[in-house]
């Protein structure tokens, strides 16, 4: 009895590529509420492919869930940084353009980016910046990130939690660049935001959308695309990416090696960046679109908002996401030693 | 048939519970570099470095005073609903529970509310002429998160432990002469005492190491041992480092448990050891 349970068990766990291959089933896996779920019906009506759909909360959780083995995922969404990594540990496979023809509506300020320069394993999903969201109400002339140690703000001021938007702040304030490996630089960054942490309110994550809506802070770190959805509740709030430059993210979809569906991930792929299927996507979550064709259909306040879509100046302003490798332990350490602080 | 639900328990234990504690213990004990996974204690050294300790001290720290706290208010509590002439004790039983019937998460958030800047006190605060007070993202704030969310924990079992005792001998001991307080001292107090020893247990362990109330409360601020663990899992990926802090904290709660078991001696169920 007992026995054959642990048979059962093992036989679960072993369940690999071979059997299932003729079944219609796409395994995807997104962050979450980052889809409109229409979409996948959509898809499933089109094509008869059924969409097991499985959602992360950030992406170093779904890399380290996917490298351990053990899942079964073919379309993965996942941001640059991380796609740098995949591809040098060999975990991506090699996208069949012939499928996606679609792709042409890629807009081409995201084709061949850095993370992907030959732009062989992954096509653009959604991207936006990160910058400064304040109210205009309590405060003007937002242009630097200076203005976030200004004692005049003290407890108005939210940081973002995560480890390398906020020291990327400090670092950018210093004239470094976001992706420095000179532990030096780094620590100069810990000591700002070690001066920074005593006028900061609170060092927050989505809770920052609620707080700066209901005019709990002044000034706060956010995505562009959070920026939009507040700016749409409390008309008070507007974002400013600073001039000495800021950080510019790209999520985009890839297909693991491990996919047994590998033309199924494709042809989703091709599905996603159908301008109209873009254009709901867009709508929906509220990031902005890579599709030059559903930029095109968008409601004009929408696309003529620069926070949906910055210039090329702005743009240019900006850095992307590097993948630091094991470096990445110096920034969790300095990361511990602010929050450690009284 | 007895056997098939002996057996079935113990295999639901060692897939649900033995395995893992051995994988945090494999995590723990390795690193990997490159896809080669080797021996090395070196994520034990690195949890006794300065920062992490400070980490877990505070988290300690703060644990305690919750503890402590939730017994000051709870013990009174429970003896007031224990008390066989106070009409109202169910309902303040009920009520006590009522809460816990909702998420956690939840409730937590309801005191973000309550709190916050343009939250309840404060309006309250501005309509009669006062300046907003800051009351959101302290430690103490952290404490009162914790404290609400785990005194159920202390007073269920002081409560039932006091229902429990038998009325005769408090009623000898008045007979001999004992005033009220040295019924309390001599009589009731010793024998709840392995009902405050699990209270106690069942408060700490929650309350060090718990992540979510810093993250609401503290604004994430002030880092707790939780949400070190939290980070090394879901931010950087460093499920080695994570483990090891993982099971020093196991290490932690396990003593602290035998200190409050030793004057545990009730062996009428209730207790973790």
């Known amino acids: ?342 | 048939m007895k056997k098939v639900f002996l057996y079935s328990y113990i295999l639901w234990m060692i897939i649900f519970i033995v395995i893992p504690i051995i994988l945090v213990g494999y995590f723990a004990f390795t690193q990997s570099e490159n896809g080669v996974v080797f021996f090395t204690l070196e994520n034990f050294r690195r949890v006794f470095e300065f920062v992490y300790i400070k980490v877990l001290l505070r988290s300690i720290n703060l644990a305690l005073i919750c503890t402590l706290i939730c017994f000051l208010i709870g013990y009174p509590v429970a003896y007031i609903m224990a008390d066989k002439n106070f009409h109202f004790s169910s309902t303040l039983l009920f009520l006590f529970l009522v809460p816990m019937w909702m998420n956690m998460l939840l409730r937590t958030y309801a005191w973000l509310t309550i709190l916050e800047k343009n939250g309840i006190i404060n309006s309250c605060l501005a309509l009669l002429g006062f300046s907003k007070i800051n009351l959101l993202y302290t430690n103490q704030t952290i404490v009162l998160g914790m404290v609400y969310n785990f005194l159920p924990f202390m007073i269920l079992p002081i409560h039932t432990s006091l229902k429990k005792i038998n009325y005769s001998a408090i009623e000898a001991a008045q007979d001999l002469g004992a005033d009220s307080f040295t019924t309390f001292r001599k009589i009731i107090f010793p024998l709840s005492l392995p009902a405050v020893c699990s209270g106690i247990t069942m408060v700490f362990m929650p309350a060090v190491t718990t992540f979510i109330v810093p993250n609401l409360l503290g604004g994430g601020k002030f880092m707790l041992i939780g949400n070190l663990i939290e980070q090394q899992f879901l931010r950087i990926a460093d499920w080695h480092f994570g483990c090891a802090v993982s099971l020093i904290l196991m290490a932690v709660i396990f003593f602290a448990a035998i200190i409050f078991s030793f004057v545990d001696t009730d062996d009428e169920g209730g207790n973790l050891f």
Not at chain 1, 231 to 239: G, H, I
Request: proline share 2%; aromatic share 14%; with cysteine.
């Open chain 1, 1 to 342: 009895m007992k026995f054959r349970f642990l048979i059962l068990l093992a036989v679960f766990i072993l369940i690999g590529c071979s059997k299932n291959n003729d079944e219609k089933i796409l395994n995807v896996y997104n962050y979450g509420d980052y889809v409109d779920e229409k979409i996948l019906k959509m898809f499933t009506n089109e094509t008869g492919i059924k969409i097991n759909y499985d959602t992360f909360a950030t992406s170093e959780d779904a890399y380290t869930k996917i490298k351990n083995g053990g899942t079964n995922y073919d379309v993965v969404i996942i941001s640059d940084y991380m796609i740098e990594r995949m591809i040098k540990e060999n975990l991506l496979e090699p996208l069949d353009f012939s499928l996606i023809e679609n792709y042409q509506f890629i807009h081409s300020r995201f084709k061949n980016l850095s993370f992907d320069p030959e732009n062989k394993f992954s096509v653009s999903y959604m991207w936006g910046s990160v910058g400064i969201l304040y109210n205009k109400t309590m405060v003007d002339n937002v242009h630097s990130w200076k203005i976030l140690w200004d004692e005049k703000y003290k407890n108005q001021i939210f940081m973002y939690d995560s480890q390398r938007d906020s020291i990327g702040v400090a670092l950018k304030k210093l004239g470094y660049s976001l992706n420095t490996r000179d532990i030096k630089e780094l620590y100069e960054a810990k000591n700002e935001l070690v001066k920074q942490k005593k006028i900061v309110q609170a060092y927050v994550g989505d809770a920052v959308k609620d707080k700066m809506i209901g005019n709990e802070g002044t000034l706060a770190i956010s995505y562009s695309g959070d920026a939009l959805f507040c700016q749409s509740e409390n008309s008070d709030l507007d974002y400013v990416i600073p001039i000495e430059g800021s950080n510019l993210w790209f999520d985009c979809a890839v297909i693991l090696k491990t996919s047994c569906h590998k033309s199924f991930a494709n042809l989703f792929i091709n599905f996603l960046c159908q301008p109209q299927i873009a254009l709901m996507n867009t709508q929906y979550i509220g990031y902005s679109t890579v599709n030059s064709e559903a930029l095109k259909k968008l409601p004009d306040e929408i696309k003529n908002n620069k926070i949906y879509w910055p210039s090329d100046e702005e743009f240019s302003r900006c850095e992307i996401f590097h993948d630091l490798g094991e470096f990445i332990r110096q920034y969790d350490i300095i990361w511990t030693e602010i929050l450690a602080e009284d």
